[in-house]
Structures are given as C-alpha cells and as structure tokens.
C-alpha cells in the first residue's frame, strides 16, 4: 500500500485555478522529485499536503489515514487534530524560518518539547545526533545570524527531521543558496536519500532530481503534464517538458 495517495486534488485562489485535479501516490522509502515553471502549481501542492493550505477539492491519505477529505467540512476539525495531521509530514522552506532568537540546538528542540515529545534529555541527545549527521557539531550554540545560507538550511531539515515525520518535504531548498552552499544541501538530502526517507523535493536542480529521485512529476499550469521514474529527465515525451528541460540545457 502507499504511504501516500492524493487523488482529484483542486485548489483556487478567488478566480484563478492553481490546481486543477492532481493524482499521484508514493511509496514508503521513494523519493519524488516536483520540477515545472514558476507559477505551475508546486508550491501550492506541498503547503495542501502540510495542510497549510486546504484544497478544495479532492483527498489525501497517509498510511491509510485520511488526511484531507473535501467532503469533510473543515470547521468540524479542533486546532488539535490538524495539529497531529500536520506531523506526517515535515516541510523544509526556501528561506530555512528558522527563529533567530534561538541557538542551532534550540531551534531544533523547540517543537518537540511544545509538544512533549519525549523527557527534554530524549530530545536533547535526538537533536545532537541530527545536528551531528547534518554536519553542524561544532555550530549547537550559535545563533542562525552566525551560519551560512548553507547551514541554516542544514539547521532547517534536522529541525524537521526532529518531529519524526512519514515524510519530509522540501520547497526549493537551494534556491536561495549560491553554488557552493547549494552542493552542502543536496549533500544532506542525498543522505537521507541514501537511508530511505520518504521525501518530496520542489526542485530546479535537474541532475540532483535525476540522481536522486524514484519518480518524477513534471507540473505546468495547475496539472501534471508528464510523470514517471527519473528518466523523463532524460527522455521526455511531452513537447511541453522538452522545452522546460531546454531551457536548463540538458
């Protein structure tokens, strides 16, 4: 069975359609990279999924759970239950979030002792070792106005990965990185690639998604144009996605 379904699933913003009835599934341990232009709808898929926002239409299901249900009225659902629903998944942004009045460790400890997670010396000795895998050791105390791009953004996906989630999804992580810091990131996230963690990348790194990823949806304009393993990155069947992929020079 999927760990993840979304089925029929339609979002708009007053007049304008962002999107327009998408389907896909994931299984447990894949990684699924989202490639299209700006404006194609990706973002808005992620923050459906992390129930930032709410589609109108359509259902997502994790694990045989019911995560989002249109015919559900969502007024009917407590602060509390959305809570819980969030935490299937983890959501690393663009531009890291991290809280600058915190240090490295307690911006990752934060969320799991709000929400009493485990006793605070659990949490502690977690986060260590998440800091320790992301490379960051040497960094606990310092402060997020003290790190690289590239380090705040490794600060970001342990400070997910504390919470534990079915699945980890990240919106355009290097976007706001130069070249160098980028390579630090995708180190990371190959990583937890390489131990199967069930992730989603919004991605505009074409070669990382094609030496990453197990499926690979292409979005343009509010649908998925074209999807399959990661070798439409390399023999793409749409005129639609061969032009996109032009435009990156591969």
């Known amino acids: 069975m999927a760990i993840l379904e979304v089925k029929n699933l ?6 304008t359609e962002v999107l327009k009835g998408i389907d896909f599934s994931l299984e447990e341990g894949e990684v699924l990279s989202i490639i299209g232009s700006s404006g194609s709808g990706k973002t808005t898929l992620l923050r459906c999924l992390n129930s930032l926002e709410f589609a109108d239409r359509g259902t997502i299901t994790v694990a045989g759970e019911s995560i989002f249900d249109s015919s ?3 007024k009917a659902r407590s602060e509390k239950t959305l809570r819980e629903k969030r935490l299937y998944f983890g959501l690393v942004f663009q531009s890291f979030n991290l809280f600058p009045q915190y240090s490295v460790l307690e911006n990752i400890t934060l969320a799991p002792k709000l929400l009493k997670k485990a006793t605070n010396e659990e949490i502690e000795k977690t986060a260590l070792e998440l800091i ?9 105390n310092n402060y997020p106005c003290e790190l690289s791009g590239g380090q705040q953004q490794r600060v970001a996906i342990a400070r997910a990965l504390a919470l534990k989630p079915q699945i980890l999804c990240f ?14 990131v995708l180190k990371v996230i190959k990583s937890l690639a390489d131990k199967n963690m069930t992730m989603i990348v919004v991605t505009h790194e074409m070669s990382f998604a094609h030496d990453v990823s197990d499926k690979v949806i292409f979005m343009d304009s509010g649908v998925i144009a074209e999807s399959g393993s990661n070798e439409i ?18």
């Open 10 to 15: 339609h979002k708009s913003f007053g007049k």
């Open 72 to 74: 559900v009225d969502l």
């Open 132 to 140: 320790d895998s992301v490379g960051l050791s040497e960094k606990i």
């Open 171 to 184: 919106d355009e992580p290097t976007s706001a990185l130069d070249p160098e810091l980028t390579g630090e």
């Open 233 to 250: 990155l390399t023999n793409p069947q749409s005129q639609r996605l061969k032009a996109f992929l032009n435009a990156f020079g591969k």
